[in-house]
C-alpha cells in the first residue's frame, strides 16, 4: 500500500500561483510513477501530468503546459505541481496518484484524499 497525502491548495487570485504537494508514505515510493489529476464539479477526472519514477520524464495535459510543472523529490518520497497563471477554469480538487506510467485514470492504483483549487476572476 501506498498511502498519498496532499496539501497546498487553497483560494487565489487568477494569475497568481500555487505548488502543491503530495507526500507518499507505505510501499517504495521511487517505485511508481506519480501523477497529478483533477476533477471540477460535474466533470470527469482530468489528466495534469506525471513524472517518471527517476524524475526524468515528464508529460502534461496540452492545456497546462509552459503554466504547471511536475517535480519530484525522490528523497523526501514528495511529488509537487507549480502551478502558475492560473485561470479560473483551473478550479478543481487536484489529486496525485502513484502507478504506472500514462494519462488514464486506471493506470493508477493509489490516490490520495485531494485538496481543492480555488482561482477567483
Known amino acids: 500500500q501506498v498511502q498519498l497525502v496532499e496539501s497546498g491548495g487553497g483560494l487565489v487570485q487568477a494569475g497568481g500561483s500555487l505548488r502543491l504537494s503530495c507526500a507518499a508514505s507505505g510501499r517504495t515510493f521511487i517505485n511508481y510513477a506519480m501523477g497529478w489529476f483533477r476533477q471540477a464539479p460535474g466533470k470527469e477526472r482530468e489528466f495534469v501530468a506525471v513524472?517518471?519514477?527517476?524524475?526524468?520524464?515528464?508529460n502534461s495535459a496540452s492545456s497546462m503546459k509552459g503554466r504547471f510543472t511536475i517535480s519530484r523529490d525522490n528523497a523526501k518520497n514528495t511529488v509537487y505541481l507549480q502551478m502558475n497563471s492560473l485561470k479560473p477554469e483551473d478550479t478543481a480538487v487536484y489529486y496525485c496518484?502513484?502507478?504506472?506510467w500514462g494519462i488514464g485514470p486506471n493506470e493508477y492504483s493509489y490516490w490520495g484524499q485531494g485538496t481543492q483549487v480555488t482561482v477567483s476572476s
Open positions: 496518484a502513484a502507478g504506472n
Open positions: 513524472i517518471s519514477y527517476s524524475g526524468l520524464v515528464k
